[in-house]
């Protein structure tokens, strides 16, 4: 036990003096910030969206744009005619002009153009394509003799609300923030625990590679066991992980109770005590799954190189989650996704996210738990035999399906 315990020292202080460390476990809750507190400073801030520069209009209209002037100034964006269209796209090249409306004679017949030097400024054309569609309504209406009052009944939407049932037929509304609250929190969790468990999964392999390289390990082998030396590695990492999570987690507390009634901007509901406690105990299980297999393939490894290949398997069931977050937050009841929350190399990331989006039975939460840390005995158990093979192998870059035929060696 103290010589697990030396290896389990050794590695933490390796880690937490590295400046990566330090780094990311300041930039985490930033992340955490960014994702969750500022798209709602900026829905409850809208002008802080608008352009502080001049919108050109290129038009021979004046009642067009006069009217076009009005509602830009009504927004706190400032109009600006220009009587020259090559001179007005220089200058939104040259980002003196934040875009140029150019409106022809024979409008609404012929298209409306608005000039970016982006393309991006979705606010904005948004707002005068919205400008525009409003005038050519009341210029078809006298067209076509219709008033305004038939024109208004024409073109009134009747209501239409989303509705959340709960627990005793409890409703809730739901609206378009509430999906951008739960997409943004469930970016910065899944992006959270892929990038911690990748790093410190790397972390572990290449440790093992370089001290196989360097025959430190044969030295280290004669005083302790391969199994010890294994497992002192993935515990001392994992202790700086939790001290991660809980430097991230004190910042959630913080964001929860304080940050966020300080700039009075409304909290996904995502984000909450329950879900922080969620996201360590997931990290927790991801990482001493994944953490196994590093350590095994490192061991197998013959350099940092063939670490990588030996690794993809790994790195694939990761990015796996990632690339189907939007399917997953839309429907994360779906036959698929509830096979991925149980398949162990997804479980932790694909049931987290489930449990943000919409909380599942508490049977499925179980025995996904209960897949999840079945796997991390069964990972621990056959990372353990390999590792106690290849660490001493040399001279020979095994393939993978070679490596795993090592589980069998006694």
């Known amino acids: 036990m103290r010589k697990l315990q030396a290896v389990i020292i050794k590695e933490l202080k390796a880690v937490t003096a590295n400046k990566t460390f330090v780094i990311t476990t300041l930039l985490g809750p930033f992340l955490i910030l960014a994702i969750t507190v500022l798209p709602g400073l900026l829905t409850s801030n809208p002008d802080m969206n608008k352009p502080n520069k001049p919108v050109a209009i290129y038009t021979s209209m004046n009642d067009i744009y006069e009217r076009i002037a009005r509602a830009l100034d009504s927004q706190a964006i400032p109009p600006l005619r220009t009587t020259d269209l090559s001179e007005g796209k ?11 409306l150019e409106i022809p004679e024979a409008w609404p017949q012929e298209e409306a153009r608005f000039y970016s030097s982006t393309g991006m400024e979705a606010i904005l054309y948004s707002m005068i394509n919205e400008m525009l569609n409003s005038i050519a309504v009341e210029w078809h209406s006298k067209e076509l003799g219709l008033t305004p009052e038939t024109v208004n009944v024409l073109l009134s939407k009747p209501e239409f609300r989303v509705v959340k049932l709960g627990k005793d037929m409890k409703e809730e509304t739901k609206t378009s923030d509430d999906y951008l609250g739960i997409l943004f929190t469930v970016l910065s969790f899944v992006m959270m625990i892929y990038m911690t468990v990748l790093l410190y999964g790397q972390l572990i392999g290449r440790s093992v590679v370089q001290e196989k390289t360097s025959k430190t390990v044969e030295i280290m082998l004669s005083s302790l066991s391969p199994r010890e030396l294994m497992f002192g590695k993935i515990l001392g990492l994992g202790i700086a992980g939790l001290i991660q999570y809980g430097v991230w987690f004190g910042m959630g507390i913080a964001l929860i109770t304080f940050i966020g009634p300080a700039l009075n901007v409304q909290m996904p509901q995502a984000i909450s005590v329950n879900n922080f406690v969620w996201l360590i105990v997931f990290f927790i299980l991801a990482f001493f799954l994944y953490g196994a297999g590093y350590a095994a393939m490192g061991a197998a490894a013959e350099d940092e190189h063939h670490l990588g290949q030996l690794a993809l398997p790994l790195i694939i069931f990761l990015i796996i989650p990632m690339v189907m977050i939007s399917p997953m937050i839309m429907n994360p009841n779906s036959p698929f996704v509830v096979i991925l929350s149980y398949f162990p190399m997804t479980a932790p990331i694909v049931m987290l996210v489930r449990i943000l989006v919409h909380m599942p039975p508490l049977w499925e939460i179980a025995l996904s738990l209960g897949i999840i840390i079945s796997s991390v005995i069964g990972a621990g158990f056959l990372g353990a ?26």
């Open 90 to 100: 220089e200058k939104v090249l040259s980002e003196r002009y934040a875009g140029l």
């Open 385 to 410: 035999k390999i590792f106690r093979v290849g660490i001493l192998m040399y001279g020979k870059r095994p393939k993978l399906t070679e490596v795993l035929h090592w589980i069998r060696i006694k």
